[in-house]
Every structure is written in structure tokens, then in C-alpha cells.
């Protein structure tokens, strides 16, 4: 496929094209021209780290991880929820999206809303939800361990104070308590280092995981932390329970008062070092707490940012363009027929010998008037295109030119007995002596074209009922042309055609006259293959772009397996939007630049012929044609 007939493909379909184009552009912009305005509002904050006694590649990350972890937290269902709460109205979700602005610590909060009001109170409130909740999340983290180190201050105190009250007054029953109060408490200090133990155990220690190695190193510090104390612990119970004794005696209370005391001040350092882990924790809480601290306040929109009607209608009038354009080409694609000249000769093997514009009739004429086109036109460019086939027609067979000929097609409706009628009438204007005969026993249309009768005609003839000059019919309008109509249809068309008699019909017509034309049925049946073995050459019409190619070759391929001549195929009804593909025709266009496509010669229309005019002896003809010589 070349560039010519790409571009004439691109022409025969640009109505298409342009017409997708524009009801694409309308449709986009009517749609979208039919939506609800969509309002964007944007507010921008900044998430500024804790502060770090290092800085490394470990600690970035930590703050890019914590910036992702806000702007998603952003769209969690959740602070929705709370922020449909606080604001009075619902906030769905995909109304917010959150991004980060780069590398930086930037974050760019944006809102969409049919209401623009509503859109910059969405944003304004989500930021602030994001700054009540920026505590509350840190806190979650530290508020186990702060509320373990507070409840043993309490312990602490209380514990202190027991003790106290046993120095004043020493009392067995104090005492078992107080044995009993050391019990639970190295418990629960043992039980909180048992489950620290445990913990660490579920981590492998070569992870390279920077969360395993943070849990590693705190479980260990809390380990160290409640070690000491375990240990205090546990001098407290040996000095209750192992030195202690029941205070009978002076001796014994001065014992049991230092024991006391030195209870009183062990108790006193749990004191003091659990309120310094209870201090460092809560430094340490408020030292990796992230600031979040809005730097842009949203402000209400006032021009939508959707819909977009011309964008809309360019986006659909571009998708338009690509469906049609799609459609063309996948019809181009699953189209069969046979189209140009080098298509023909390429997929029939059998040139192309003339080319034939398509025939319109004129509505001042009476009838069909297509078959006597040449007559009545003799200046159109349809009439060149005959006489063009007349021409290829002699230098195909220039050694032995072609005295009988039939015109056949592979299908019906394709003009073949119109190609035949107009070539016997510019053969005959050529000088030769021509003759048409009607071979269509089926459905028989030269008699229409010609406006003869069609009571007697080669039936009759082949049948033996008349002789050849009985049914001879002379036009009146071009010289040298005869005509025999196809005459009674019998019932068995094609035994007539092969018969004998039918031979011996041909053989006197080619004595008597220089050229004879036979109109056959398509080759759907088999009277045109059957005569075509009875002439000297066929003529075979197709229509480009409706004749399907394996419809026109399996008929060809007929005609060669029995040895007939096919001297050629001729395109027939080429619209003149269609020059490229079928080009010959456009050889004829100068023409009519000059004279109109339809315009009449000044050979006036046939009148009905009767019945005896019908009848004109053949000896009459050649004695009119001698006389011319």
C-alpha cells in the first residue's frame, strides 16, 4: 500500500473522521458542561523532627518515615470521623489527599468540595485535628512505662511511710506486713524483667532491622534499670525476713529499730531512683515528640477546578478522532473486495482493460437509458472510457483479433449487460459491423436497454423455430449495430447454450458480421461457462469495492480449467470520488471539464419499434454497408 492510496483511503473517510471529531468535541463538552463544579482548597504544614544528639543516614530515614506516616494519617477514617464531628457536616473519604513537598519536611494538604467554604474548612480543620492528635500518638508509646515507674514512686511512698510508723511503734503485725508488701513488690519486679527477658528473646539478635535494634537496646535499659532495684528488693526481704525477729525484749527493739531504718533508707533509694527514671522518661517523651505546626492557611476557592468543558471536549473530540479513524481502518481491513488495478492483477491474474465510470440516468429520458449511454453522450468522459476498451480490446489480440466475445460477471447487479450494450455501440461507431445478442435466458435486459421487443429472439433461433434474419433488430440511432433480443426464456437455458444448434448459431453470425457481442448471465451459473468455450475471448465485469475477491476468482480459475480466453476484466461503476483507486477513469477527467457528466448529444432518443420493423432482412444490411464501402 502506498502513499496515494493511503492518502485517498485517508480522503474517502475524512467525512467520517471529521464527523467522529465533532460530535466528540460536543459530547465532551456537553457532558462536562452538565457536572458539578469540583472546588480544591490547599493548606500547608510543616513536620519538624524531634530533636537528635546525632544526625545520620539512620536518623533521615526516621524523619522521612515519620512525615509518610502523618500524611497518610491524614486520610485514615478516624480523624475523618472526628473532623465530620467537629465540623458539623460529613468529611468523606478521598475528599483529602496529602503529599509531601520533595525532600523537605513540608506537607501540602489539599481538599476537594462542591462547596468551596466547606473546602477550606475541611483543610484548616484536618490540620488542626493533626496537631491535637500529634501529642496523643507520642504519648501512646511512653505511657506504659511512665505509668510503671509512677505506681512504684506510690509504692515507694507508701512503703516509706509504713516504715516510719514501725520505727514508732515496732509491731509483730507490721512487720509480717511489711514482709509480705516486699513480696509483691520484688514479684512484680521480677515478673516486669521476666517479660523483658522474653521480649528480647523473640528478637534475633543479627537483625539489621532498625525497629529490632531500638527494642533490643530499650528492653535492655529497662533491664538495667529494674536490676538495681530487684536487688534492693531483695536486702529488704533478707533483712525482714532472715535477721528479722519478733521485738519481745529492749535488746530485740533496738535491733529490730536499726533493721528498720535500714529498711527506711533502702526504700528511700527506690524512691529517689524511680523518680529519676520517671523524669528522664518524660524528657525523653517530650525530646522525641515531632512539631507540627500549620505555616499556610487554606483560603476559600473561587474558580472550580472541574469541570473543564474545552478540555473536555478536546480530550473527546481526540477520542473521537482515534475511534473513527479505528473503525475506518478495521473496515479498510476486513474489506475483501477487490479495489485497484495492481489488486485485480494481482489476486485474478488477468489485466485490466478498461475502466468505467458509474452511469446515471437521466430523468428526462423515458426508461433505462444506460445501456444506449455512449449513444446519447458521445462526448463524456464514459464514453472515452469505452472507447479506451475498445482500443485494449484490439491490441489484445492483434495476430488473431477477436470476432465473438461474451460479457459476463461473478455476480448480479454489476453492470455486465451495460458494459456489453455500450461496447457494441462504440465498436459499431468504429465502423464495424456489430451485432448484441441477448444469451441471458434467465433474465434477459437487452431488450430493455435497446427498448426492443422481446417476443422473438436467440431461443427461438437455437430451437429451430425461426432463422436468424427473423429475429435481427436494427438501432436506428448508430450505424452498423444489430441487435437480437434473447427472445421465449426456455426452461433449459443452459442445455440450449451447449448444444449444437447453438454452435452452428455462432458460426453463421460470425460470417455475417464483424463483431458479436453475447450478454450471459452471471457466472453464479453455468451458461456463461458453458458459451465462454464457444467464443473467442470473454470479458469479465467487476465492481471495485463490491466485488468480493474469492467471488471473482473462483469463476476465473472456472474459465481457465476448460481453456477459455479471458481477455480481460473491466472495473465498471467507478465513482468519480474514487480516481486514485481505480485511476484509469481519472485519465477521462479533462473531458468533463468541458462537458457536462450528463449532458445529451443531439442524436435523439429511440422511439418504440414495432414488430415488423423488428423484422429487418439481413440482406438489407449488407447491402447498406456495401454501399458505404
Keep these: 500500500m502506498d502513499i496515494k492510496q493511503l492518502f485517498s483511503i485517508f480522503k474517502r473517510w475524512l467525512w467520517l473522521v471529521v464527523l467522529g471529531t465533532i460530535i466528540g468535541g460536543a459530547l ?17 504544614f510543616v513536620i519538624l523532627p524531634s530533636a537528635q544528639t546525632t544526625y545520620d543516614y539512620y536518623s533521615y530515614l526516621n524523619n522521612m518515615n515519620i512525615i509518610s506516616t502523618y500524611t497518610e494519617l491524614l ?4 480523624l475523618l470521623y472526628e473532623a465530620s464531628n467537629r465540623l458539623g457536616f460529613p468529611v468523606m473519604k478521598g475528599q483529602a489527599t496529602a503529599s509531601q513537598v ?12 462542591t462547596d468551596p467554604y466547606k473546602a477550606a474548612v475541611i483543610a484548616n480543620g484536618l490540620v488542626d485535628i493533626l496537631i491535637d492528635q500529634n501529642v496523643k500518638l507520642q504519648t501512646v508509646q511512653y505511657e506504659s512505662a511512665e505509668r510503671n515507674l509512677q505506681a512504684r514512686v506510690d509504692q515507694a511512698e507508701e ?10 511503734s515496732l509491731s509483730t503485725e507490721i512487720l509480717q506486713k511489711q514482709i509480705e508488701n516486699v513480696q509483691a513488690q520484688m514479684t512484680d519486679v521480677q515478673s516486669q524483667i521476666n517479660a523483658l527477658k522474653l521480649d528480647m528473646a523473640d528478637i534475633d539478635p543479627l537483625s539489621q532491622s532498625e525497629v529490632d535494634r531500638a527494642r533490643l537496646a530499650n528492653d535492655q535499659a529497662k533491664i538495667d534499670e529494674l536490676s538495681p532495684i530487684l536487688a534492693l528488693y531483695q536486702e529488704i526481704y533478707t533483712q525482714l525476713v532472715v535477721l528479722g525477729r519478733t521485738p519481745d525484749t529492749g535488746a530485740a527493739s533496738s535491733i529490730d529499730l536499726d533493721r528498720l531504718k535500714t529498711t527506711l533508707q533502702l526504700y528511700q533509694q527506690i524512691y529517689i531512683s524511680s523518680i529519676s527514671s520517671l523524669e528522664t522518661l518524660r524528657l525523653s517523651k517530650a525530646q522525641s515528640t515531632p512539631t507540627v505546626m500549620q505555616v499556610e492557611t487554606a483560603t476559600k476557592p473561587t474558580t472550580p477546578i472541574s469541570p473543564k468543558p474545552l478540555q473536555s471536549a478536546m480530550l473527546a473530540a481526540a477520542i473521537g478522532l482515534f475511534v473513527t479513524a479505528g473503525i475506518a481502518f478495521l473496515i479498510e481491513f476486513l474489506d475483501d473486495t477487490l479495489k485497484t488495478p495492481d489488486e485485480i492483477k494481482d489476486i485474478l491474474d488477468t489485466p485490466v482493460i478498461g475502466f468505467i465510470g458509474e452511469l446515471k440516468n437521466n430523468p428526462k429520458q423515458n426508461g ?3 445501456g444506449i449511454y455512449v449513444a446519447k453522450n458521445p462526448r463524456s468522459p464514459v464514453a472515452e ?21 461474451l460479457v459476463t460477471s461473478p455476480g448480479e447487479s454489476e453492470g455486465k449487460s451495460t458494459v456489453a450494450a455500450n461496447l457494441a455501440i462504440v465498436e459499431a461507431q468504429s465502423g464495424k459491423n456489430v451485432i448484441i445478442i441477448d444469451a441471458d435466458m434467465r433474465r434477459p435486459k437487452v431488450h430493455v436497454l435497446f427498448n426492443k421487443s422481446n417476443r422473438r429472439g ?3 433461433v437455437v430451437t429451430g423455430k425461426l432463422r436468424i434474419d427473423d429475429v435481427v433488430k436494427t438501432y436506428d440511432q448508430v450505424e452498423n449495430l444489430s441487435i437480437i433480443t434473447c427472445g421465449t426464456i426456455p426452461p433449459n437455458p443452459s442445455e440450449l447454450l451447449g448444444s449444437e444448434r447453438m454452435s452452428q448459431t455462432i458460426k453463421d453470425l460470425e460470417e455475417r458480421f464483424d463483431l458479436v457481442i453475447f450478454d ?35 469463476p476465473i480459475e472456472e474459465l481457465r480449467r476448460i481453456d477459455s480466453h479471458v481477455m480481460g476484466v473491466v472495473a465498471n461503476k467507478i465513482p468519480k470520488s474514487r480516481d486514485y483507486y481505480y485511476g484509469g477513469y481519472n485519465y477521462y477527467s479533462p473531458y468533463g471539464s468541458h462537458y457536462s457528466y450528463h449532458t445529451e448529444s443531439a442524436i435523439p432518443s429511440p422511439e418504440n419499434e414495432s414488430d415488423e420493423q423488428a423484422g429487418t432482412p439481413l440482406v438489407s444490411i449488407f447491402n447498406k454497408n456495401r454501399r458505404k464501402d
Excluded: C, H
Design 458 to 460: 436467440l431461443s427461438d
Design 159 to 168: 512503703q516509706i511511710a509504713i516504715i516510719e510508723s514501725q520505727i514508732t
Design 520 to 554: 450471459t448471465p452471471p457466472m453464479i451459473v453455468s451458461d456463461a461457462q458453458i458459451l465462454s468455450s464457444k467464443v473467442d475471448g470473454v470479458i469479465f465485469v467487476v465492481i471495485p469495492g463490491q466485488t468480493r475477491a474469492i467471488a471473482a476468482l473462483r
Design 28 to 44: 465532551g463538552y456537553y457532558l462536562s458542561s452538565r457536572q458539578t463544579p469540583i472546588y480544591q482548597a490547599r493548606a500547608r
Design 385 to 405: 472510457a469505452f472507447r479506451s476498451l475498445r482500443t485494449n480490446l484490439e491490441y489484445s489480440s492483434v495476430d488473431k483479433p477477436a470476432r465473438t466475445m
Design 368 to 370: 433505462d437509458s444506460l
Design 75 to 78: 486520610t485514615t477514617e478516624d
Design 102 to 113: 520533595g525532600e523537605t519536611k513540608f506537607v501540602v494538604l489539599t481538599v476537594k468540595d
